[in-house]
């Protein structure tokens, strides 16, 4: 018997992906991870079912329900997988009426009216849902009314209630680590140009992010929050010892965030000799690294960074509300190959107000910046965004289904959510597949990776190249017998 059977769902990612599905991996899902630990920590039984990297579905999660009874059962629901977990959370209510159903994360807590009056759920859990999962729980269990819980929305007989949201989570050092042991950690990877050494793990640092990014959903808040230096070193040296861990990547929006937080960290990294038993990654913001920072970085063992860089236009930068220059970005890239860290920049495609010469400078942008890798993604405008709410005032967003809504409709046979005024679909995914081979197919970055990449990882970063390659190569024979 166990009290609480907590969810990550499975996706389709033939429909979201396409080809691109070849290349999509598992990653521990650290929001569940959490719960189900602080659960733990206050004598709850709880059980992990990730189905997404067994790759099972309804069978296995109704099975295990029938087998062990949980009180709860939490799914995990984003944008991209709610029409699956819509499903599944219908046919587990109609076979185990006495369940109760609870949801979290962005999706369901956007449209929390929406999916309780359609019986999707009985409990929505909004924000950092640590101790509003854990008081939700301690009243069932205990037969107590939820009108005092934080941070939920529930049904109540004929009607919704929607309780006064949690403050957020300051000490984040009182949140025990996250329950890998109920995971199947041997399942989990990074994506092809993620991965320099094995076996990997994945870590939160700090939570929420200062900056106000309009294509940005965020559920942990504007206020940035950080772990002490020695907290997230405890976990990394746990991490190193428990699972014999090569490379940890920091998953957090934006870390580090402040000189002299991520020195200290550095410092406590170094001190425990730990860059010399492991590796780490991360992304951050161009302007909140200076060469300083990155040496002290690099020494401690960092191996790649991300830079949310977005766009090669300055009018599109500031439509988004990105915060800093272009100059800025190129100083970055610049300074973090001198100390010698391998490079990523992440940019967006389709952005408002762009146009295909604004693509193209994008594409040019990135084209000179010497980045060892590049993501071009089409604009997605998730809800809970700004931009969300923006296209949808505007009329320019496809609604009817929440499973197309990924940043590579080219490779999944779709069509864009989210086109700006003056671009047409067919212009886009056009775009997007000139930037991956205008990027990844110049003989001088071939040879930097053939010659630089660990042989480890270059059969998938090679594999994931023929894929990108792939539709456009359609594309051409198409237009060939034509």
């Known amino acids: 018997m166990i009290d609480v059977l907590l969810v990550n769902p499975p996706s389709d990612l033939e429909r979201s992906y396409g080809r691109m599905a070849r290349v999509q991996v598992a990653q521990v899902p650290m929001g569940i991870a959490y719960l189900a630990a602080v659960l733990e920590k206050h004598q709850v039984s709880v059980a992990v079912i990730d189905a997404y990297a067994l790759g099972v ?21 984003l944008t991209p997988n709610a029409p699956i977990v819509y499903q599944m959370t219908q046919a587990i209510k109609e076979q185990f009426p006495w369940l109760i159903v609870v949801m979290g994360n962005t999706h369901p807590s956007v449209f929390a009216a929406e999916t309780l009056r359609e019986g999707f759920a009985d409990v929505i859990v909004h924000g950092e849902g640590e101790y509003s999962l854990l008081e939700l729980t301690q009243a069932i269990l205990g037969g107590a009314a939820f009108d005092s819980i934080k941070g939920i929305s529930y049904r109540e007989v004929d009607s919704l209630r929607h309780n006064p949201p949690r403050e957020r989570i300051l000490n984040l050092d009182e949140l025990p680590f996250p329950a890998r042991h109920l995971l199947p950690m041997t399942r989990y990877h990074l994506a092809p140009h993620g991965v320099i050494k094995e076996p990997v793990a994945t870590m939160l640092a700090t939570r929420g992010c200062p900056n106000q990014c309009t294509f940005c959903s965020i559920g942990m808040g504007r206020r940035y929050r950080k772990r002490s230096p020695k907290n997230i070193v405890d976990e990394m040296e746990f991490l190193v010892k428990e699972y014999r861990v090569r490379q940890i990547s920091f998953l957090d929006a934006l870390f580090p965030l402040g000189k002299q937080f991520g020195k200290a960290v550095c410092a406590e990294i170094i001190q425990r000799g730990l860059q010399r038993r492991s590796i780490w990654t991360c992304e951050t913001r161009v302007n909140a690294v200076d060469l300083e920072l990155l040496e002290a970085m690099r020494e401690a063992g960092c191996a790649r960074i991300a830079f949310g860089i977005e766009a090669g236009s300055q009018q599109l930068l500031d439509g988004i509300k990105k915060g800093f220059t272009l100059e800025e970005v190129r100083q970055a890239v610049k300074y973090a190959r001198q100390v010698g860290l391998s490079t990523v920049g992440l940019f967006m495609l389709g952005l408002p107000g762009e146009t295909t010469e604004l693509s193209r400078q994008t594409i040019d942008f990135a084209l000179g910046l010497n980045l060892d890798f590049a993501k071009f993604n089409i604009t997605v405008p998730y809800p809970g965004s700004e931009l969300f709410e923006q296209a949808k005032g ?36 056009t775009l ?37 390659w792939e539709p456009l190569w359609t594309k051409v024979k198409r237009l060939m017998v034509s």
């Open 57 to 77: 579905g309804l069978t296995t999660i109704r099975d295990t329900i029938a087998e062990h009874r949980p009180k709860i059962v939490g799914f995990s629901c």
């Open 394 to 429: 505007e009329g320019r967003i496809k609604l009817h289904d929440w499973s197309q809504f990924t940043s590579y409709p080219l490779y999944a046979k779709s069509e864009p959510v989210y086109v700006p005024a003056g671009m047409t679909e067919e212009e886009l995914t």
């Open 432 to 468: 997007q597949a000139e930037a991956l081979r205008r990027f990844y197919l110049r003989p001088r970055l071939i040879l930097r990776h053939l010659c630089q990449v660990r042989s480890l990882n270059a059969s998938g970063y090679l594999a994931g190249l023929m894929m990108l």
